[in-house]
């Protein structure tokens, strides 16, 4: 079954402290692996999108990477601001569709 | 900018009750996604479109429907609505082949009683 898993389900980080957000997924074909940045009451903002293993993207203090089973979401040196619940999706191979995964709630505090 | 967005932020129904929930983009997309996300289970589709006229269903279509009669317009239908209807519900648009890069607006809260 086609699964899309994230890690840690809450994060709480002090201001300046570097960390990263994992998302596994087992599919039976990767088409590409999308990043998104959820503050609550919106909807998700894209991010990033990530094609084939060793690619790596990054935006301010955010930087994604893929391997063939896994991305991470590496954020350095967060800010308040960065508080956010990320989420990943991958998109399959095979159907024209994505599978997200529930999420991380990041905090960040001053 | 992308702008996507929706017909109410907030919608209290009563059981039995047909819902309409709208949604307009404004970047010319191709396509265009219903979701609905619920704690704990993430964003799950419902129905999307890539064309007018077009649907297709998603994985979790039952008690819902979709209307799509012009290309920036995309409608999604309760059609009796039932308290497990009650969600918070988002549209989506892209562009051809841009699957995953999707513009979301602001969700709609709905609650059915």
């Known amino acids: 079954e086609d699964q899309v898993t994230q890690s840690p389900e809450a994060l709480r980080l002090q201001e300046g402290e570097s960390s990263s957000l994992n998302c596994s997924y087992t599919?039976?074909?990767?088409?590409?692996l999308f990043w998104y940045r959820q503050d609550p009451g919106k909807g998700p903002e894209f991010l990033f999108t990530l094609y084939s293993a060793g690619e790596e993207k990054e935006k301010e203090r955010l930087k994604a990477t893929l391997t063939k089973k896994e991305s991470f979401l590496h954020i350095t040196a967060p800010k308040p601001e960065d508080s956010a619940t990320y989420l990943c999706a991958v998109e399959l191979g095979n159907t024209d569709k994505l599978i997200f995964g529930t999420g991380t709630r990041l905090q960040v505090f001053p | 900018d992308v702008k996507v967005t929706q017909s109410s932020r907030y919608l209290v129904k009563r059981t039995g009750e047909k819902v309409f929930l709208e949604c307009v983009q404004d970047?010319?997309?191709?396509?265009m996604f219903w979701y609905r996300q619920d704690p704990g289970l993430g964003l799950r589709l419902i129905y999307f479109?890539?064309?007018?006229?077009?649907?297709e269903k998603g994985d979790i279509p039952e008690g819902y429907s979709v209307s799509r009669e012009k290309k920036e317009r995309f409608s999604l239908i309760l059609e009796s609505a039932s308290t497990n209807q009650t969600s918070m519900y988002l549209c989506?648009?892209?562009?051809?082949?841009?699957?995953?890069?999707?513009?979301f607006g602001p969700g709609t809260r709905l609650t059915v009683t």
């Open positions: 599919v039976s074909g990767l088409r590409g």
């Open positions: 970047m010319d997309h191709e396509n």
């Open positions: 989506a648009s892209s562009m051809p082949g841009g699957w995953g890069e999707q513009y």
């Open positions: 479109s890539y064309d007018v006229k077009m649907k």
